[in-house]
């Protein structure tokens, strides 16, 4: 198995059971084009009441949300609060992702914590709501509009870090390189900031977007659009995508006989990413952190509604794991556990 190299861009948060958290911080809140700063978070020691939440998800297909969701149950297991929990099934289910959010709010809730699965579709909703209880934007970004707070880290410098991958192999005046990109759904909160971001790191490089393809975060769609890019370009040097894109990629190119000829890029990690890195199918992938993110949501969450909102905007600083030379073993902290499963009502 190969080492790997941790190329840090930001300070890791520090474990959950430790005193102090570190975050990043937005001020004024809700801008990801502010500069961040960085503070030790003293998280609270326990809810002033057993507090219960609404938590909507985008979708539970892969690892990423999966995480998410053991850092909220690991969470509100220790400030000692319940939470319910909706999923979309996906990207395209705006109107479904309405109606979920709407009915579990009507059954009693003391705040709602939203993965959204569109930038604006949900700010009507979200505005009724919030004329009652708290709103935590979790992960995803999303319209101020009905926001309390966000927890999250700029999407614009995940598909940054991708890019710079790509670019600071293949500077200006080198051997030009042909990329396949793989965005995500279009319009969903998130990708339009990976995309900029992602683009604005090839700026100056000998690196040329040959492709670009969006589609929802499941694996069997991601393995369509990684096909199709193929038969149309057969001469791309990278595939750079979602976690799902890259974990498609790498059994693509292997039943074709392409490994070593064809470069994989990762936006954000997974358990099938890290396992790409450990077996050099994937050189590089950042992390921003998703169980931490998740323990973050439910903290603020009981802040929000007790009062004590020590900062409306924050997250956890992002890192860039390369398959390389050194040991990478901090970066099983974004990852839930193998044995963890979803866990939709907690009592």
């Not at 030790?40 to 985008?58: K, N």
Request: hydrophobic share 45%; proline share 6%.
């Amino acid at each position: 198995m190969l080492r790997f190299l941790l190329a840090l861009l930001l300070p890791w948060p520090l474990l959950a059971g430790a005193e102090n958290w570190q975050i990043e911080y937005r001020d004024p809140p809700f801008d990801f084009s502010r500069p961040a700063h960085i503070a030790d978070y003293t998280p609270l020691e326990h809810a002033a009441q057993a507090w219960r939440f609404c938590v909507a998800y985008p979708h539970l297909k892969d690892a990423y949300w999966l995480s998410v969701n053991y850092g909220m149950v690991e969470e509100a297991r220790r400030l000692g609060v319940t939470f319910h929990l909706v999923e979309a099934g996906g990207y395209p289910n705006l109107d479904r992702q309405k109606e979920q959010i709407e009915d579990c709010v009507a059954q009693g809730a003391d705040g709602l914590i939203v993965g959204t699965v569109s930038f604006e579709g949900l700010s009507d909703v979200l505005e009724r709501i919030a004329q009652t209880i708290p709103v935590i934007a979790s992960v995803n970004d999303i319209a101020d509009r009905g926001i309390t707070a966000k927890i999250g880290v700029s999407w614009f410098d995940m598909g940054a870090a991708a890019g710079r991958v790509v670019a600071e192999a293949h500077p200006a005046g080198s051997d030009p390189v042909r990329v396949a990109w793989f965005p995500g759904p279009d319009g969903a909160g998130w990708v339009r900031f990976v995309d900029a971001g992602f683009r604005a790191a090839l700026r100056g490089s000998s690196a040329e977007i040959v492709d670009t393809a969006y589609g929802d975060t499941g694996l069997e769609i991601q393995v369509r659009l990684v096909e199709t890019a193929l038969e149309a370009h057969p001469d791309i040097d990278y595939i750079v995508g979602s976690a799902p894109t890259a974990e498609a990629a790498v059994s693509i190119l292997r039943a074709r006989g392409l490994e070593g000829r064809i470069r994989i890029v990762s936006d954000y990690m997974t358990h099938a990413v890290m396992r790409g890195l450990q077996r050099g199918k994937i050189i590089a992938a950042p992390t921003d952190f998703p169980v931490f993110q998740g323990r973050l949501s439910i903290e603020m969450a009981v802040r929000a509604v007790e009062g004590q909102l020590a900062f409306a905007h924050a997250g956890p600083g992002i890192a860039l794991v390369r398959a390389g030379s050194a040991s990478a073993a901090r970066a099983t902290e974004s990852f839930a556990p193998a044995s963890f499963v979803p866990v939709f009502d907690l009592e």
